[in-house]
């Protein structure tokens, strides 16, 4: 595996290695005011358009995601009460996709999707919707973004929420990131690092680490001391995956709701860190405006390392919305197929060679950031695990039209399917809807009746790439 993936593809290369280009980013005013549907541009955004030409070394790779966070939960996606500048900066200085999804509707199938790059049901432990226990994971032998660009000769390290398996047999350290600073756990509470079955949930590689300081510092300061290291001219990889706005809806300070649950925790409640009791749209746009101000904090301590210009960073959500979530017009949350259960807020910047002030509505999901950042790294997928994704470096970098292909997505009792505008859809009900999302982004004008071929077309899709996939156990 290592000789074939260690080996540099010209074409996939796509013109990014040559001579080093310092192209600043582009840094624009104020943040864009948004149409309520998030796909018009403002004022201050034009329409992508690739800056054909320019050269640059393998760049560093800085993936943040957010747990939960809602396709409208920033204010350059529209939220009227969320303020968000360090992340509208940073679409300002890059590209905003309008039309971005998550690859699956919960936590750890959504993950294993941009681990590996291909579809959650590829593997038993992305049937998990979302992972609970220590029955499933990812395959230590199955390559992963991290694996493929470690033999290519990147460092690799994964701060923040795992979610893909627990230990003894899963781990980042098992699964390719040199490195591993986090929690291998779906929730955690926020002070005292207890998880979902009231285990210590904070580790350095696989061995516990005690830090009881609110968890999203913790991970800020690991992820800026990451990303200002001299890693011996390597070009690196950092998955940055924090745990914010996720439940407990505990925000910095509130060391008193941390003590009530902590209790509860202790006392046998097993659904303590659901706080079904708890939380607010206040609290709630607390966590998401110290998210943005954490991501502000790694971004400038990226900027002092001079590594700024030449660092691919791609910001994106895990899922969609949750119950505080602003997620408007979108219909459903978290676990659903409906826009709002996958429809996230996505951001690239690359100074070195994407212009910045730019918006794009080419759908995307989470497998084709894979495809994209193993195509800009120089190397490629292993032969035997072919990837779902499909590699966005083309459209960004060259100038070349996007391939038109189906996003698909399936989870227990629900399945969907987007081919243009046009969304196929069957929820719970059982019942096979069709929208056009370019006019009616909240699926509420179901066309299935006066477009039966569609319909028909597009389930029979759904269904080729749904009879490929492992079935979910009984």
Known sequence: MSSYNSKLSRRAFGGAVGATAATAAVGLGAAPAQAADGRAAGPEEREFRAARGRQSRRPNILFILGDDLGWADLSSYGSPHIKTPNLDRLARQGVRFTDAYSGSATCSPTRFSLYTGRYPARTR?????????????????????????????????????????????????KSGWDTFSGNFGGALEYYSKLGLGGEYDLYEGDAAYKDLRYYTRIITERASEYVSRDHGGKPWLLNLNFTTPHWPWIADGDTAESAEIVRRIKAGDARALWHQDGGSVEKYKQMVEDLDRSVGEVLKALKRSGQEDNTLVVFSSDNGG?????????????????????????????????????????????????ATLLEVAGTRPHRAYPLDGVSLAGYLLRGEKPAERDLFWRVRGERALRRGDWKYYRGKSGRDQLFNLAADLREQADKAAVEPARLAELRGAWEKVDAGLLPYPA
């Open 125 to 173: 432990g992305g049937l998990a919707e979302p992972i609970a226990d220590k029955s499933a994971g990812l395959d230590p032998t199955h390559p992963t973004l991290a694996s493929l660009l470690k033999e290519a000769g990147y460092a690799t390290a994964l701060i923040g929420k795992w979610h893909a398996g627990y230990l003894p047999d899963y781990s980042p350290t």
């Open 322 to 370: 949750e119950r505080f979530s602003y997620n408007w017009p979108l219909s459903g949350n978290k676990a659903s197929l409906q826009e709002g259960g996958i429809r996230v807020p996505n951001i690239v910047r690359w100074p070195d060679r994407l212009d910045g002030g730019q918006v794009s509505r080419v759908p995307v999901f989470s497998p084709d950031w894979t």
